[in-house]
Nanobody, 117 residues
Framework: VQLQASGGGLVQPGGSLRLSCTAS????????MGWYRQSPGQQRELVAA???????NYEDSVKGRFTVSRDNAKTSVYLHMKSLKPEDTAVYYC????????????WGQGTQVTVSS
């Protein structure tokens, strides 16, 4: 499975961005898709995830500001980010798992999001 992420960039505080990630290859049964992020000197943290039945999970600091969604084919995942803050600045990585309990995942290449005036 290959994941291709896009949509990062530079945005002012309070602005919005939409990240996209599309899976290709053996994409059947990708139960969980979502996004992690990593800031310099920080560990990678889960931002948001969505299962194939639509259940979502968010990191506390992004609740109410970020929305994760999937397309009907379940091969793409999106992250709609609004009210962005400087602390949201990070490299965002999309990921996918066939089963929620899998210890390994498929990863995209990362896309930079910078929130700065």
């Amino acid at each position: 499975v290959q994941l291709q992420a896009s949509g990062g960039g530079l945005v002012q505080p309070g602005g919005s961005l939409r990240l996209s990630c599309t899976a290709s290859g053996s994409v059947s049964s990708l139960n969980v898709m979502g996004w992690y992020r990593q800031s310099p000197g920080q560990q990678r943290e889960l931002v948001a995830a969505i299962t194939s039945n639509g259940s979502t999970n968010y990191e506390d600091s992004v609740k109410g500001r970020f929305t994760v969604s999937r397309d009907n084919a379940k091969t793409s995942v999106y992250l709609h980010m609004k009210s962005l803050k400087p602390e949201d600045t990070a490299v965002y990585y999309c990921y996918a798992k066939r089963r929620p309990w899998d210890t390994s995942a498929f990863w995209g290449q990362g896309t930079q999001v910078t929130v700065s005036s």
